[in-house]
């Protein structure tokens, strides 16, 4: 199956995923924040999919989506975007940065595991 990475800087959240997408067959990574994320990116095979909240510390989701987009090697690597707390303008500025999909939290679960299936063809 595929290679998702979750930049998720709450524990609970990012373990909830983790078992929910490790149950769909794929691999999880798991990174803190979002510079430590673009470091998992550049220094590992390539990942499928990159789930990333927008709210963290050291690198927030809207700069780690901006690091990506710049650099040639993750052409085409589709990103989720989740947070609590952002606007409708900042979720439609996201989706033009590159973004696939925007989930609000408490996630649905439902609805990330439809996203995955749909984007992770493995």
């Known amino acids: 199956m595929g290679r998702i990475l979750i930049a998720e800087d709450e524990e609970s959240i990012s373990s909830i995923l983790e078992a929910v997408i490790c ?9 803190p ?14 990942f499928d999919l990159l789930i990333t909240d927008i709210k963290m510390p050291k690198m927030d989701g809207r700069k780690l ?10 052409d085409g ?17 996201l989706i033009k ?17 439809a996203y995955i299936k749909e984007i992770v063809r493995h």
């Open 23 to 31: 149950e769909q067959g794929h691999e999880v990574y798991l990174s």
């Open 65 to 74: 989506i901006e690091s990506v987009q710049k650099r040639k090697e993750f």
């Open 77 to 93: 690597l589709p990103i989720i975007i989740m947070s609590g707390y952002v606007s409708m303008a900042e979720i439609d500025d």
């Open 33 to 46: 924040d979002g510079e430590h994320a673009l470091e998992t990116l550049m220094h590992n095979e390539p």
């Open 97 to 113: 940065a590159g973004a696939k999909a925007y989930l609000s939290k408490p996630i649905n679960m439902k609805v990330l595991e």
